[in-house]
């Protein structure tokens, strides 16, 4: 006996959502995209032509795409035809792949998301799935776009550009010596300028066009032979000097687009060349990606932002303010990991913010063993006499103080350091252990007595037995919401190319991985 199952029976409509079970993500999606406030959507709208799909709709479907591990847009459009909760979410209508992805890489998509994480979070403190005591941040690195072999490096712009400059500047000497052009007064008198190179390609085309009149009315063979002869050398040196105008434009947009990067792709711009984790070939290879930065509590993804630098430590203090000015007020604990762990991070975190930093420096835990601490040349474990203000060596000598000394980093930031040096080093029978420094040199000792203090505050607050609690969450915090990402969801490289498309992929990305946890906590 058979269920009855009748092909050529007419089968009403039904409502769409009786399809759904009460707890399918569907349903989710729609709440939380209908919690946005209705002018975050007021962008969007357009007063003339055909009247477009409403913001609302298409946020809702393209959440529901990522859910499902669908990140393309001609994907998305087959979904919204025979998925039953796409069918429900768009009400009947199918916008087509172009429709999605005009939309999906909007100006005002960046908005809309940051809207969208902020009502997100509202939601789970109203649920009190998340408590406002922290925030755990980290950082993973997502391949871009772009072809791996499209590179241009810094040290090679600027080696090739050195070598210009020299070259352009022996030649111009070379042509007013010879007065084929008169002097000119450089704006730089280190290099000429693009303008004052195509002053020397005038002033070389002016002796090719003498040459090319005489050449023209001379009938005699002989003379014709002699300045053809003549004008090749004004002529290949004109090919030349239009060739460096060209090639130094290429130079200085090459530095404009890498700005304070060392390398950028020629496909993805935006697109920094970094090590990945996943190194297939296992030989260290550079591909062109993005480093992503994320905040979260709960597991779940509260703020992110995308930077070009391949390290964490020069990200925290901007992504802080990025989440101060565009998503929520900082909790009272910081939380990171030794990545993040430096001077000017700690004084942003502890100093200006007055918060507590849960972040380690990157000789934390090796302080922390008995070996080191028990090493008498770490220079860490050495006696300080603060009367004399002075250090005492293994082999028992004084390092005096001498001076102050400061140094400033390539991003602007002053380091402040106290010089002691050894009063004799001659004749130690300790020294290949304790120093490298020549024979007749004394061995020196810088000390950063801020960044010194800053250690003993890290580790007089990790000491503590709540502020330890909530650091060892970190790995079971923030860790996580990169396997939801790259396993479970299988998002593992960008598909749009520029860091503003980029950051709106990866904004849906995760907000996919929130809905995602979301909705199977139970």
Not at 502 to 512: D, Q, S
């Amino acid at each position: 006996m058979y269920k009855n199952y009748n092909m050529n029976q007419v089968i009403l409509p039904m409502d769409l959502e009786m399809k759904l079970k009460e707890t399918d993500i569907a349903f989710h999606i729609h709440h939380l995209v209908e919690s946005i406030p209705t002018e975050a959507f007021a962008p969007f709208y357009k007063a003339t032509g055909c009247p477009s799909y409403h913001p609302k709709m298409m946020l809702k479907i393209i959440l529901c795409g990522y859910t499902q591990s669908v990140f393309s847009g001609r994907r998305i459009e087959d979904l919204t035809k025979d998925s039953v909760r796409m069918m429900w979410l768009t009400q009947g209508y199918e916008p087509s792949y172009r429709t999605i992805n005009r939309f999906r890489i909007h100006p005002q998509m960046q908005e809309l998301l940051k809207q969208c994480f902020v009502q997100f979070r509202c939601q789970l403190i109203e649920e009190k799935c998340i408590d406002q005591q922290a925030i755990f941040i980290d950082g993973t690195k997502i391949e871009a776009n772009a072809n791996k072999f499209t590179f241009v490096w810094k040290k090679a712009i600027l080696k090739y550009h050195a070598s210009l400059i020299e070259k352009s500047n022996e030649l111009y000497d070379q042509l007013v010596k010879e007065q084929i052009m008169p002097a000119i007064e450089k704006d730089n008198e280190e290099q000429l300028s693009i303008e004052e190179l195509k002053e020397v390609a005038s002033a070389l085309q002016t002796v090719v066009d003498d040459y090319t009149e005489k050449l023209e009315a001379s009938q005699d063979g002989s003379v014709r032979k002699e300045l053809r002869k003549e004008r090749k050398t004004p002529k290949q040196l004109l090919k030349q000097v239009n060739e460096w105008v060209s090639r130094k434009q290429k130079y200085q947009l090459d530095l404009q687009r890498m700005d304070t990067r060392n390398s950028y792709s020629k496909t993805d711009h935006d697109a920094t060349f970094m090590r990945m984790k996943d190194d297939y070939m296992k030989n260290g290879q550079l591909k062109p990606g993005y480093n992503v930065q994320v905040a979260t509590e709960g597991q779940y993804v509260l703020a992110y932002d995308v930077y070009p630098n391949p390290t964490d430590t020069k990200t925290l203090t901007p992504f802080l303010k990025e989440i101060q000015a565009n998503y929520f007020d900082l909790p009272e604990h910081i939380v990171a990991d030794a990545g993040y762990g430096s001077e000017p991070n700690y004084q942003y975190v502890m100093e200006d913010l007055k918060k507590k930093a849960l972040i380690t420096y990157g000789m934390y835990r090796k302080e922390q063993q008995r070996k080191y601490q028990k090493d008498p040349f770490k220079t860490s474990n050495w006696a300080y006499d603060a009367t004399s203000d002075s250090y005492t060596c293994p082999n028992g000598k004084k390092l005096n103080y001498q001076y102050d000394s400061t140094r400033t980093d390539q991003n602007g930031f002053k380091r402040q350091f106290k010089i002691y040096e050894c009063e004799d080093c001659s004749d130690c029978p300790l020294r290949a252990a304790c120093t490298k420094a020549r024979e007749g040199n004394n061995r020196k000792l810088a000390i950063n007595t801020h960044w010194e203090e800053q250690k003993k505050m890290i580790q007089a607050t990790l000491s503590e037995a709540k502020t330890a609690d909530i650091y060892r969450k970190r790995k079971i915090d923030v860790e996580p919401v990169f396997g939801f990402l790259k396993a479970n969801l299988g998002f593992t490289r960008f598909s749009v190319r520029g860091k503003s498309k980029v950051r709106n992929e990866i904004g849906l990305a995760f907000m996919a991985t929130n809905l995602r946890k979301y909705t199977a906590r139970g």
